[in-house]
């Protein structure tokens, strides 16, 4: 048996910044009010025309892990890739990165556990390196939110939320079992799917009559996300103490030994309670969510990176990983740096 432990991470934003006052020309809202509710000041959207898509942010950030990590592109072995907004319906992006950082015929696997997908996406290359398959897996987690929101004051609920952006990080063989991936814990709980979702184009929607109207089409919000945002964060708040809990119980540590937690950035509030309730300072949460509102999947590789390249994770630290999101899913993982 091996560890995994991370060796390169790297992430890309798009360039265009979008601050709530702009939003506030598009619909009703204001940046009090979306401060005060999310602590997100601006996010980046791509601009139509620079060729930025999910795939494309991916292998941008995906470049910079795989140069951090030392490896030769030849030498990973496997790819694995989170998102909830890919390119095409199918295939996934797993593939696309496979051609277009030219890499060897290796796997890729695309993950659909939207927030939390880049800590299951760690907790699947974990186990490949773990049972010794694979020596060097690539995990992306990567979001272009902004195509597909509704920018209109009916959408502002959500689209004020979200941005555009990707993490990526090198998960390679360590030999010694006490360093690296320690653990990783993850929760479903499919009962309250559709509290947070986007109906279509799932196979599904022609099923989903009651929010679709044939005669009035304009009326169809299916293709929209659809959150009930006071029922995500009372959940959101219960799971994530408990997968927290659960990883640092599950290797004999307590709150006390947290050196940094890099929660997803779903809302700065969500991050703060937890903040309070593990009695952690400010110096142990990072928080970017001011700078690029909530990238899901990628948040955690991004806010990972960034605390990386500020030298907020050293060598030895005891460094905790956290989501929560649509499915419901949830994770933890607890990583010995
Ligand atoms: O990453 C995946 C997991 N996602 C989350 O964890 C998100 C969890 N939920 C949240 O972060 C919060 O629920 C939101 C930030 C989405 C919303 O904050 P809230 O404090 O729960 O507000 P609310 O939905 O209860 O809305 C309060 C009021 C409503 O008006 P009335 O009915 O009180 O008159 C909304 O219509 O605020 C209104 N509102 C807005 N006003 C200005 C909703 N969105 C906006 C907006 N600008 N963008």
Same mark, same amino acid.
Not at 175 to 181: F, S
């Given at each position: 048996m091996y560890n995994s432990k991370i060796t390169g991470l790297g992430y890309y934003v798009p360039e265009n910044v979008v601050t709530n006052d702009d939003l506030s020309k598009l619909m009703d809202t204001n940046d009090a009010w979306i401060q005060e509710r999310t602590g997100i000041k601006e996010r980046r959207h791509v601009v139509k025309g620079d060729g930025d898509t999910t795939t494309t942010m991916g292998v941008k950030a995906a470049k910079i892990a795989i140069e951090r990590s030392g490896l030769d592109k030849d030498e990973i072995d496997f790819v694995v890739f989170a998102t909830l907004s890919p390119d095409y319906y199918f295939p996934g992006p797993g593939v696309l990165v496979q051609r277009d950082l030219g890499l060897k015929t290796v796997g890729a696997l695309d993950v659909r556990n939207q927030c939390s997908g880049f800590v299951y996406a760690i907790s699947v290359a974990d186990q490949f390196i773990k049972t010794g398959m694979y020596k060097n897996v690539l995990v992306i987690g990567s979001e272009l939110h902004s195509t597909g929101l509704d920018m209109t004051t009916r959408g502002r609920g959500v689209s004020v939320i979200f941005g555009d952006g990707a993490g990526a990080a090198v998960l390679s063989r360590e030999?010694? $079992? $006490?360093?690296?991936?320690l653990s990783t814990h993850l929760h479903s709980e499919g009962e309250h799917a559709e509290e947070l979702a986007l109906i279509a184009p799932g196979m599904g929607k022609r099923w989903v009559t009651d929010i679709l109207s044939e005669d009035n089409p304009e009326e169809d919000t299916s293709y929209f996300p659809h959150m009930n945002g006071q029922f995500v964060f009372k959940n959101a708040v219960v799971r994530f103490s408990e997968v927290i809990n659960e990883g640092l119980q599950a290797n004999g540590l307590t709150a006390s030994d947290i050196d940094l937690l890099v929660p997803h950035q779903a809302n700065l509030r969500i991050s703060q309670f937890i903040q309070q309730k593990f009695k952690l300072n400010d110096d142990q949460v990072f928080n970017n969510i001011m700078k690029y509102g909530n990238t899901t999947a990628a948040s955690i590789p991004i806010a990972l990176t960034e605390a990386w390249e500020q030298g907020k994770v050293k060598k030895d630290d005891t460094v905790v990983l956290a989501a929560f999101g649509s499915g419901f899913t949830w994770a933890s993982a607890i990583i010995k740096w």
């Open positions: 030999e010694d $079992t $006490t360093k690296g991936i």
